[in-house]
Nanobody
C-alpha cells in the first residue's frame, strides 16, 4: 500500500494562488491514477482532479476547470495541484488518493487517503 502525505495548504485571500503537494512512499506509485478530492465543513468529499499514471490524461471538476492544474513528473513520487484565482468556495481540506480505474471520467478512489491539508480562502 502507498502512504500519502499532503502539504502546501494555508490561509490566502480571494484571487491568490497555492500549490499543494502529495508525497507518496511504499508500493508502486507509478501504477496508480492519482486524484485530488476536497471536503468542506458539513459537506461530502468531492472530486477535484485526477491524472493518469503516465501523466498524459487529466480530468477536472467543473468548479475548478481553468483555475486548477494537476501534474506529476515521470518516475517521481509526488503529485501537485496548482490552484489559481482562489475563491472562498474553495475553502476545504484537500486530500490526495490512489486509484486503479475510472468511472465517467473520474478516478475511483480505492480508500487509500492522505491526512489532508487545509486550504482557507478569506478576505
Amino acid at each position: 500500500q502507498v502512504q500519502l502525505v499532503e502539504s502546501g495548504g494555508g490561509l490566502v485571500q480571494p484571487g491568490d494562488s497555492l500549490r499543494l503537494s502529495c508525497a507518496a512512499s511504499g508500493g508502486t506509485f507509478s501504477r496508480y491514477v492519482m486524484g485530488w478530492f476536497r471536503q468542506a465543513p458539513g459537506k461530502e468529499r468531492e472530486f477535484v482532479a485526477d491524472i493518469s499514471p503516465s501523466g498524459g490524461v487529466t480530468h477536472y471538476s467543473d468548479s475548478v476547470k481553468g483555475r486548477f492544474t494537476i501534474s506529476r513528473v515521470s518516475n517521481r513520487n509526488t503529485v501537485y495541484l496548482q490552484m489559481n484565482s482562489l475563491k472562498p468556495e474553495d475553502t476545504a481540506v484537500y486530500y490526495c488518493a490512489t486509484g486503479l480505474r475510472y468511472s465517467s471520467s473520474r478516478v475511483v478512489p480505492d480508500g487509500n487517503w492522505g491526512q489532508g491539508t487545509q486550504v482557507t480562502v478569506s478576505s
